[in-house]
């Protein structure tokens, strides 16, 4: 049935935004961390990449199935969605403090801190929780939908 895809790709949003909150809220917890656990300088910024998640098949495809009745009777037969693709590191460099008693200090008494700027990760968490907040809007207009519908049929 067509709505359970519909829940699918809701719950790929959730999930999606779910794992992105997540890489904000490490990146602000070692916003000040001049050396991680293997010693090789200051933490790197994270960043979640997304990518439609659409069964493997291209939307062409689908509907060329669709039109030729080889790939079954509805479209969204094949589910869609999004899907985190890959954690990346960003790869901006690193700012300098000036801080000669630091033990991380370098020989000119500069540190590097991480490439965490605080307001960007707001702002992403900002768009995270309205990307969230929009899947709960389309799972509740869904909900009403299949209510309405089974009201239909009494």
């Known amino acids: 049935m067509a709505f359970v895809s519909s829940i ?6 959730f999930t999606a935004q779910q794992q992105r909150l997540d890489i904000i809220s490490e990146n602000i917890v070692n916003m000040n961390t001049t050396r991680t656990e293997n010693g090789e300088g200051p933490y790197r910024r994270k960043v979640v990449v997304f990518e439609a998640d659409n069964g493997g098949s291209r939307f062409q495809d ?3 199935r669709t039109r030729n009745g080889s790939g079954g009777r509805f479209a969204s037969d094949t589910v869609g969605g999004v899907r985190v693709a890959e954690v990346a ?3 901006s460099d690193f700012k300098l403090k000036y801080d000669p008693g630091d033990p991380d200090a370098n020989e000119d008494g500069y540190v590097e801190m991480p490439n965490v700027d605080l307001v960007k990760e707001i ?12 899947d709960i809007t389309a799972f509740n207009l869904l909900k009403t939908l299949l209510s309405k519908g089974l009201e239909i049929g009494k």
């Open 8 to 13: 699918d790709v809701i719950g790929s949003g």
């Open 123 to 134: 702002t992403d968490g900002m768009a995270a929780s309205q990307a969230f907040t929009a």
């Open 89 to 91: 590191e960003d790869p």
């Open 62 to 64: 689908v509907l060329a």
